[in-house]
């Protein structure tokens, strides 16, 4: 391994040698490089500066030579005589002003009128110049004795005849003034020169040359100057042939930069010198600067050709580990990423991550088997071919792009992919493209569930009047839906808010006050609230209103916005009113019911501190009486009895009726007992009645049990709890009598102070009361759950009414749940300092019931006297004894050898042994109130089921979608919505007894496409299909749920056929719009109006694959009109030629579209064949099918007609052509425009 290493150094040196010389051989040549090209670069710059200088020297002249032409046409104006006084001195003045050297005017023969002619040569130019009636003025340049001097020469006309000429002379100094330019800072000078080489001017500068006349005298004169020839002859050849160039000029003293350049102007070129050293001074600077750098550059190439043999190793490590690195992203991207080549049709797979199989659901061997390696293959199926022609031209083009793909997977279900192109250059320069593909089926899904839940937002607005609103609380600005201005009249202000209501008329001044103060909790932050509120509506009704308002909070939990509904209660609102009216009295005695004589009571128990009065009543023997006498009879009984008992009371006091014969008397405000008494007495006076049937006497009483308020109670349970036992006392007393509840009043004592008609003393009366206890248990019981119709308010008085009656620690009430595992306390009574167990929604773990039963008496109970000795093993769960249980009973209710419930009674104070009369008591107690419980659970449960089903059935048939229910097993259609029975083929069919194969898509076997094996209650399964009964597309959700206690799948129908139709519109307006955008791009850099037309008739043509496009325009007669532009397509003849001056009388068509200026849309010209055949045979014979014409306006003047001719594409759409004609028409202004300012040119010329 060394001996290769060496060998390997060896190498690197010879290469490292190899590389220096080639470095530095590259750094001379680039040196050499950088000075020619520095060289070449300054005298681009000389000829530059050259160019501004003859501009300038032409500018010059041209600003004399109109000033020249000025004069003279002036003077041609003032007089025909040029050798006139007031010619000369009109003359003379202009030569004062002006900047010539002189002025002279030409005899019409070539002589001046004053001054001598220097040459022969002068005078045949001017009479050539006369001769030729020029216009415009001449520069000419003539040699003199004294020197050349350079001529501007202008003629003079009088009534457009020329009568002499101009003649303007620079002489040298002024000349030399026009060649003085600042040159490279002063340090260059010019020489003006004629064709033929003679100098005319030059510079002011102290070394030019000023003995030189001619060009060969400039070059041969020089000091120190090598032999001119070869340089003035160089120049005089490109004079001669009229080019520019450049030299370099040798001198001793320092050689020059010549540079030189035709003014085209009298054959005059002008000459630039300046110093070489002034102009190459940079190139040398960059030339150093370059052998500087090849010595820096050839140290530090040593240094890191060192360092470079030292780490080479070590970098190919680090390479390698990059690779890895680099590969191990490339496979964990989230995304597949895939390279693929072009192969004649084919695309061509080079190279895929795992991620890229995974997400199509392939491997890359099946891959290559079954799709032969061509991506193409497998993303084409699910594209429409439209999509995938627009992805094959974006690829030709190269064009990147993002698309979306729906790929299906082997077990059938869809997965939807984001696939993103570019393009790279591969590693033999070949265009190669690379995709990454993106897995977005869930969000896709929450894209439908999206429009889903907006398409149901929708059917809400429409099925309600709903105000919907909007507060922005960071602006105060606020928002509303449409329909709000169908009854209310716009508020004053929608800034400010709710500050701008305070005048605004809906609202009452105490209404606003409350609802500003309202709306303020939700600027502190409030989640949610709502109010009702009276608002008068601009028809000037007083309703009720209901605003609900939910808070929308920013990211830091600051709230920013307030969303909400304003809903119409008024009918619902005076319903209620009425309905409470009514539903609180009792309709046959006109007395409070039992709900409103309990809530009125309470009512006045949470308003005041006040004392009170419970009076509790029930008619003794009445159940006789109606029995005997009827129901009729006993009904006027009671209705006489209310009257009567209505009578004895105060407004104030609260009367009501709560049971058969059962009637509740709550005094108010009431200090003194005796008032209390008295009034006990009055009811036994009145209810002291006899009736008579068939010599029989039937007579009735009543008794009384009164409680008093706050002693006895505080609440109304505790009030009627404690009434109830006094009447009950009362009863078992003989009744006709009232009895105050005593805290003495329980089995053991019994102490109570009793007021009758006839007093009697009680003996040995605990014997007594326990006796009635036990014989009238149930009878109580029945009467409590009867009195109480809420099971939930019964219970509780039970329990506390046994806890006491049995000196109980704690009684409670559990129910099992439905497999069994667990129970839960639903009722539960503690004595003082006993702990409770009950916890709303906690549940505990049961016991064992297979070891608990066997251990169970004949009536189901389980008893354990002392739980200090030991719990049975199979109460394993409870931890009776660390409650300080001492004692407990288990009543156990079964119902199908399944327990139910248990009631528990536990004692805590001491251990106790439980009679059989005790047991007895308390199993009645049990099975009675089990009874009661598990009916009304049950009941609940029902009425919750029948409630959802009414609920879902409602709902179902309020929406628009299409949505059935059928049992997951059998197909049975069990629920059809509104809108499915609606469909044309299934309207008035029965879908009762029917699979949903069977009455939904007539089959008679599940369909193909069924989803139920993919289904389940977690979530929705989406996917599409057209229905082929309506044509219609849909978006479809299958669910698993349970429907009336059966499995059953539902399924949604939501129709996307709209939605699939507005995005193939705006599919084709976005390719409409880019076609139009090119085409009147291409229309505006066209030549001319007839290349701009013929470009956007061709467009118009291509998108409506038309057989012609053209324009039509009526002529100046108002009764002909004529194509003025058209274009055909391949095989169709023109029409042109034969539209031209038609009449419009001879085609109903245009002659409607004309005098109407309205669109043409004839969708079939088959229906001119009955009421117009002549027209129809015209249009037959150009073979139109049917044609498309837009109306043209400019500037809001109708111009004509753009149309088209048997268009196959966009049929029905006028899109294409409304918009076009806009552009066509401002394109025929603009045209217009110009034209009409190039005619007012020429004509101004």
Same mark, same amino acid.
């Given at each position: 391994?060394?001996i290769?290493w060496?060998?390997s150094?060896?190498?690197?040196?010879?290469?490292?040698?190899?590389?220096?010389?080639?470095f530095?051989?590259?750094?001379?040549i680039?040196?050499?490089?950088?000075?020619?090209?520095?060289k070449?670069?300054?005298?681009?710059?000389?000829?530059?500066?050259?160019?501004?200088?003859?501009?300038?020297?032409?500018?010059?002249?041209e600003?004399n030579?109109?000033?020249?032409?000025?004069?003279s046409?002036n003077?041609?104006r003032?007089?025909?005589?040029?050798?006139?006084a007031?010619?000369?001195k009109?003359?003379r003045?202009?030569?004062?002003f002006?900047?010539?050297?002189?002025?002279?005017?030409?005899?019409?023969?070539?002589n001046?009128?004053?001054?001598?002619m220097n040459?022969?040569?002068?005078?045949?130019?001017?009479?050539?110049?006369?001769?030729?009636?020029?216009?415009?003025?001449?520069?000419?340049?003539?040699?003199?004795e004294?020197?050349?001097y350079?001529?501007?020469?202008?003629?003079v006309?009088h009534?457009?005849?020329?009568?002499?000429?101009?003649?303007a002379?620079?002489?040298?100094?002024?000349?030399?003034?026009?060649v003085?330019?600042d040159i490279?800072?002063?340090?260059?000078?010019c020489?003006?020169?004629s064709?033929?080489?003679?100098?005319?001017?030059?510079s002011?500068h102290?070394?030019?040359?000023k003995?030189?006349?001619?060009?060969?005298?400039?070059?041969s004169?020089?000091?120190?100057?090598?032999?001119?020839?070869i340089?003035?002859t160089?120049?005089?050849?490109?004079?001669g &042939?009229g080019?520019?160039?450049?030299?370099?000029?040798?001198?001793?003293?320092g050689?020059r930069a010549?540079?030189?350049?035709?003014?085209?102007?009298?054959d005059m070129?002008?000459?630039?010198?300046?110093?070489?050293?002034?102009?190459f001074?940079a190139?040398?600077?960059?030339?150093?600067?370059?052998?500087?750098?090849?010595?820096?550059?050839?140290?530090?190439?040593?240094?890191?050709?060192?360092?470079f043999?030292v780490?080479?190793k070590?970098?190919?490590?680090?390479?390698e580990?990059?690779?890895?690195?680099?590969?191990?992203?490339y496979?964990?991207?989230?995304?597949?990423?895939?390279?693929?080549?072009?192969?004649?049709?084919?695309?061509?797979?080079?190279?895929?991550?795992?991620?890229f199989?995974?997400?199509?659901?392939?491997?890359?061997?099946?891959?290559?088997?079954?799709y032969?390696?061509?991506i193409?293959n497998?993303l084409s199926?699910? #594209?429409?071919?439209?999509?995938?022609?627009?992805?094959?031209?974006?690829?030709?083009?190269?064009?990147a792009?993002?698309?979306?793909?729906?790929?299906?997977?082997?077990?059938?279900?869809?997965?939807?992919?984001c696939?993103s192109v570019?393009?790279?250059?591969?590693?033999?320069?070949?265009?190669?493209?690379?995709?990454?593909?993106?897995?977005i089926?869930?969000?896709?899904?929450?894209?439908q569930?999206l429009?889903?839940?907006?398409?149901q937002?929708?059917?809400?607005?429409?099925l309600?009047?709903?105000?919907?609103?909007?507060w922005?609380?960071?602006t105060?600005?606020?928002?509303?839906?449409?329909n709000f201005?169908?009854?209310?009249?716009?508020?004053?202000?929608?800034?400010?808010?709710?500050?701008?209501?305070?005048?605004?008329?809906?609202f009452?001044?105490?209404?606003?006050?409350?609802?500003?103060t309202?709306?303020?909790?939700?600027?502190?932050?409030?989640?949610?609230?709502s109010?009702e509120?009276?608002?008068?509506?601009k028809?000037?009704?007083? #309703?009720?209103?209901?605003?609900?308002?939910?808070t929308i909070?920013?990211?830091?939990?600051?709230?920013?916005?307030?969303v909400?509904?304003?809903?119409?209660?008024?009918?619902?609102?005076?319903?209620?009113?009425?309905?409470?009216?009514?539903a609180?009295k009792d309709?046959?005695?006109?007395?409070?019911?039992k709900?409103?004589?309990?809530?009125?009571?309470?009512?006045?128990?949470?308003?005041?501190?006040?004392?009170?009065?419970?009076?509790m009543?029930?008619?003794d023997?009445?159940?006789?009486v109606?029995?005997t006498?009827?129901?009729?009879?006993?009904?006027a009984?009671?209705?006489?009895?209310?009257?009567?008992?209505k009578s004895l009371?105060?407004?104030?006091?609260?009367?009501?009726?709560?049971?058969?014969?059962?009637?509740?008397v709550?005094?108010?405000?009431?200090?003194?007992?005796?008032?209390?008494?008295?009034?006990a007495?009055?009811i036994?006076?009145?209810?002291?009645?006899?009736?008579?049937?068939?010599?029989?006497?039937?007579?009735?009483?009543c008794?009384?049990g009164?409680?008093?308020?706050?002693?006895?109670g505080?609440t109304?349970?505790?009030?009627?709890?404690?009434?109830?036992?006094?009447?009950?006392?009362?009863?078992?007393?003989?009744?006709?009598?009232?009895?105050?509840?005593s805290?003495?009043?329980?089995?053991?004592?019994?102490?109570r102070?009793?007021?009758?008609?006839?007093?009697t003393?009680i003996?040995?009366?605990?014997? #007594?009361?326990?006796?009635?206890?036990r014989e009238n248990?149930?009878?109580y019981?029945?009467?409590?759950?009867?009195?109480y119709?809420?099971?939930?308010?019964a219970?509780?008085?039970?329990?506390?009414?046994?806890g &006491?009656?049995?000196?109980?620690g704690?009684v409670?009430?559990?129910?099992?749940?439905?497999?069994?595992?667990y129970?839960?306390?639903?009722?539960?009574w503690?004595?003082?300092?006993?702990d409770?167990?009950?916890v709303?929604?906690?549940r505990f773990?049961?016991?064992?019931?297979?070891s608990i039963?066997?251990h169970?008496?004949?009536?189901?109970?389980?008893?354990?006297?002392?739980?200090?000795?030991?719990?049975?093993?199979f109460?394993?769960n409870?931890?009776?004894?660390?409650?300080?249980v001492?004692?407990?009973?288990?009543?156990?209710i079964i119902?199908?050898?399944?327990?139910k419930?248990?009631?528990?009674?536990e004692?805590y104070k001491?251990k106790?042994?439980?009679?059989?009369?005790?047991?007895?008591t308390?199993?009645?107690?049990?099975?009675?109130?089990?009874l009661?419980?598990l009916?009304a659970?049950?009941?609940v449960?029902?009425?919750e089921?029948?409630a959802?089903m009414?609920?879902?059935?409602?709902?179902l048939?309020?929406?628009?979608?299409?949505?059935?229910?059928?049992?997951?097993?059998?197909?049975e #259609?069990?629920?059809?919505?509104?809108?499915g029975?609606?469909?044309?083929?299934l309207k008035?069919?029965?879908?009762k007894?029917?699979?949903?194969?069977?009455?939904?898509?007539?089959?008679?076997?599940?369909c193909?496409?069924?989803?139920?094996h993919l289904?389940?209650?977690?979530?929705?399964?989406?996917?599409e299909?057209t229905?082929?009964?309506?044509?219609y597309?849909?978006?479809l959700?299958?669910?698993?749920?349970d429907w009336?206690?059966?499995l059953?799948?539902?399924?949604w129908?939501?129709?996307?056929?709209e939605?699939?139709?507005?995005?193939?519109?705006?599919?084709?307006?976005?390719?409409?719009?880019?076609?139009?955008?090119?085409?009147?791009g291409?229309?505006?850099?066209a030549?001319?109006?007839?290349?701009?037309m013929?470009?956007?008739l061709?467009?118009?043509?291509?998108?409506?694959?038309?057989?012609r496009?053209?324009?039509?325009?009526?002529?100046e007669?108002g009764?002909?009109?004529?194509?003025?532009?058209?274009?055909?397509?391949?095989?169709?003849?023109?029409e042109?030629?034969?539209?031209q001056?038609?009449?419009?009388?001879?085609?109903?068509?245009?002659?409607k579209?004309?005098?109407?200026?309205?669109?043409v849309?004839?969708?079939?010209i088959?229906?001119?064949?009955?009421?117009?055949?002549?027209?129809?045979?015209?249009?037959?014979k150009q073979?139109?099918?049917d044609?498309?014409?837009i109306?043209?306006?400019i500037?809001g003047?109708?111009?004509?007609?753009?149309g088209?001719?048997?268009?196959?594409?966009?049929?029905?759409?006028?899109y294409?052509?409304?918009?076009?004609a806009?552009?066509?028409?401002?394109?025929?202004?603009k045209?217009?425009i110009?034209?009409m300012k190039?005619?007012?040119?020429?004509?101004e010329k």
């Amino acid at each position: 391994m060394a001996i290769t290493w060496e060998q390997s150094s060896k190498k690197i040196k010879s290469v490292a040698i190899m590389a220096a010389l080639v470095f530095i051989l590259s750094a001379l040549i680039f040196m050499n490089m950088t000075y020619t090209n520095a060289k070449k670069e300054i005298f681009a710059s000389m000829h530059d500066l050259e160019r501004q200088n003859v501009l300038m020297l032409r500018q010059n002249l041209e600003i004399n030579r109109n000033f020249v032409s000025s004069i003279s046409i002036n003077l041609g104006r003032m007089t025909e005589d040029l050798n006139s006084a007031e010619a000369i001195k009109y003359i003379r003045e202009q030569d004062w002003f002006a900047d010539f050297g002189a002025l002279y005017l030409i005899k019409r023969d070539g002589n001046m009128y004053f001054g001598n002619m220097n040459s022969d040569s002068e005078r045949n130019y001017y009479k050539d110049l006369i001769s030729k009636n020029s216009f415009y003025s001449d520069i000419k340049v003539f040699n003199s004795e004294a020197g050349n001097y350079l001529t501007i020469n202008s003629p003079v006309r009088h009534n457009d005849e020329i009568i002499g000429v101009l003649s303007a002379r620079f002489y040298r100094d002024k000349l030399n003034e026009l060649v003085t330019f600042d040159i490279f800072n002063g340090t260059g000078y010019c020489y003006l020169l004629s064709k033929d080489g003679s100098i005319i001017a030059r510079s002011d500068h102290p070394i030019a040359n000023k003995k030189a006349n001619t060009l060969e005298e400039l070059f041969s004169s020089v000091p120190g100057g090598a032999d001119g020839k070869i340089y003035y002859t160089a120049i005089a050849d490109g004079m001669g &042939k009229g080019t520019s160039g450049e030299m370099i000029y040798p001198i001793k003293s320092g050689n020059r930069a010549v540079s030189y350049m035709p003014i085209d102007l009298a054959d005059m070129y002008l000459i630039t010198s300046v110093p070489e050293d002034v102009v190459f001074s940079a190139a040398s600077g960059h030339f150093f600067k370059g052998l500087a750098f090849v010595l820096v550059s050839l140290i530090a190439f040593a240094a890191v050709m060192h360092y470079f043999f030292v780490a080479i190793k070590r970098n190919s490590e680090i390479i390698e580990s990059a690779n890895r690195e680099l590969s191990l992203i490339y496979d964990s991207m989230p995304g597949g990423i895939v390279r693929y080549v072009r192969q004649g049709e084919k695309w061509r797979i080079k190279s895929a991550n795992e991620r890229f199989y995974k997400l199509i659901g392939k491997t890359k061997e099946i891959f290559e088997k079954e799709y032969d390696n061509n991506i193409m293959n497998i993303l084409s199926a699910p #594209l429409s071919e439209e999509t995938k022609q627009d992805i094959e031209l974006k690829v030709k083009n190269e064009d990147a792009f993002e698309t979306e793909l729906k790929l299906g997977m082997d077990d059938g279900s869809a997965r939807w992919a984001c696939l993103s192109v570019d393009y790279v250059n591969g590693e033999a320069g070949t265009r190669e493209i690379v995709g990454i593909i993106t897995d977005i089926t869930d969000i896709k899904l929450a894209d439908q569930e999206l429009y889903v839940s907006k398409e149901q937002f929708d059917i809400v607005k429409k099925l309600t009047n709903v105000i919907f609103f909007e507060w922005d609380i960071e602006t105060g600005t606020i928002s509303h839906s449409d329909n709000f201005l169908d009854f209310f009249d716009p508020l004053p202000s929608y800034e400010n808010f709710p500050y701008s209501i305070e005048d605004y008329r809906a609202f009452s001044q105490e209404n606003t006050k409350d609802l500003i103060t309202f709306l303020e909790q939700f600027k502190e932050g409030i989640k949610g609230n709502s109010i009702e509120v009276n608002l008068v509506n601009k028809f000037g009704d007083t #309703l009720w209103y209901k605003t609900l308002m939910t808070t929308i909070f920013d990211e830091s939990g600051k709230p920013v916005k307030v969303v909400g509904l304003l809903t119409d209660i008024d009918e619902q609102k005076r319903k209620l009113q009425s309905a409470e009216e009514i539903a609180m009295k009792d309709p046959l005695t006109q007395l409070y019911n039992k709900t409103s004589t309990r809530d009125l009571i309470e009512s006045y128990i949470n308003s005041t501190q006040n004392q009170g009065v419970f009076m509790m009543l029930d008619i003794d023997n009445f159940k006789r009486v109606n029995d005997t006498l009827g129901h009729l009879y006993g009904d006027a009984v009671l209705s006489e009895l209310a009257r009567t008992l209505k009578s004895l009371f105060r407004d104030s006091d609260i009367t009501g009726r709560i049971g058969g014969d059962e009637f509740v008397v709550f005094m108010t405000n009431v200090k003194e007992t005796a008032v209390v008494q008295k009034k006990a007495e009055s009811i036994l006076n009145a209810f002291k009645r006899s009736f008579r049937k068939k010599g029989v006497e039937y007579g009735i009483s009543c008794s009384i049990g009164i409680s008093l308020y706050p002693w006895n109670g505080t609440t109304y349970e505790k009030l009627m709890q404690k009434a109830d036992l006094s009447l009950y006392f009362s009863k078992s007393s003989g009744k006709n009598q009232y009895n105050f509840y005593s805290d003495s009043m329980d089995i053991n004592d019994l102490s109570r102070n009793i007021g009758t008609r006839e007093p009697t003393e009680i003996n040995a009366i605990h014997g #007594l009361v326990q006796k009635n206890f036990r014989e009238n248990v149930a009878e109580y019981i029945l009467k409590l759950f009867y009195q109480y119709e809420d099971v939930d308010a019964a219970v509780p008085i039970l329990l506390d009414f046994v806890g &006491k009656s049995f000196n109980l620690g704690r009684v409670d009430v559990s129910v099992f749940s439905e497999d069994d595992t667990y129970y839960e306390v639903l009722y539960e009574w503690c004595d003082e300092g006993v702990d409770a167990l009950k916890v709303d929604g906690k549940r505990f773990a049961a016991d064992e019931w297979s070891s608990i039963k066997s251990h169970l008496d004949e009536n189901d109970i389980l008893l354990c006297s002392d739980v200090e000795i030991g719990v049975p093993d199979f109460l394993e769960n409870d931890n009776m004894r660390d409650r300080g249980v001492k004692s407990v009973m288990l009543c156990y209710i079964i119902e199908h050898e399944k327990r139910k419930a248990v009631l528990c009674f536990e004692h805590y104070k001491e251990k106790h042994l439980f009679t059989k009369e005790e047991m007895d008591t308390i199993c009645t107690i049990s099975n009675t109130i089990s009874l009661f419980v598990l009916r009304a659970r049950e009941r609940v449960e029902y009425d919750e089921k029948e409630a959802q089903m009414r609920n879902w059935e409602v709902m179902l048939d309020e929406t628009d979608d299409i949505v059935y229910v059928s049992d997951a097993e059998s197909y049975e #259609l069990l629920y059809l919505n509104s809108p499915g029975r609606e469909q044309p083929w299934l309207k008035g069919k029965d879908f009762k007894n029917h699979k949903c194969y069977e009455f939904l898509f007539g089959s008679d076997q599940p369909c193909s496409f069924c989803t139920m094996h993919l289904l389940s209650k977690d979530k929705y399964y989406v996917w599409e299909r057209t229905d082929t009964n309506s044509g219609y597309y849909y978006m479809l959700k299958d669910k698993l749920l349970d429907w009336n206690g059966r499995l059953a799948r539902i399924e949604w129908w939501i129709n996307l056929t709209e939605k699939q139709e507005q995005q193939k519109m705006l599919s084709s307006r976005l390719k409409i719009e880019k076609a139009l955008l090119e085409g009147i791009g291409e229309m505006a850099n066209a030549s001319d109006l007839e290349e701009s037309m013929s470009v956007i008739l061709k467009r118009v043509a291509d998108l409506y694959k038309a057989d012609r496009s053209y324009m039509m325009r009526i002529n100046e007669d108002g009764h002909t009109i004529s194509m003025t532009n058209e274009w055909l397509a391949e095989d169709v003849a023109p029409e042109i030629g034969n539209l031209q001056n038609f009449p419009l009388d001879k085609s109903p068509l245009w002659h409607k579209a004309f005098t109407k200026q309205e669109p043409v849309l004839l969708a079939d010209i088959s229906e001119f064949k009955e009421t117009d055949p002549d027209e129809y045979e015209r249009l037959a014979k150009q073979d139109i099918v049917d044609m498309y014409a837009i109306p043209i306006t400019i500037k809001g003047k109708f111009w004509g007609f753009l149309g088209v001719d048997t268009p196959r594409k966009y049929k029905g759409d006028m899109y294409v052509l409304e918009s076009v004609a806009y552009f066509v028409a401002d394109e025929i202004s603009k045209r217009n425009i110009i034209e009409m300012k190039k005619r007012k040119v020429s004509k101004e010329k």
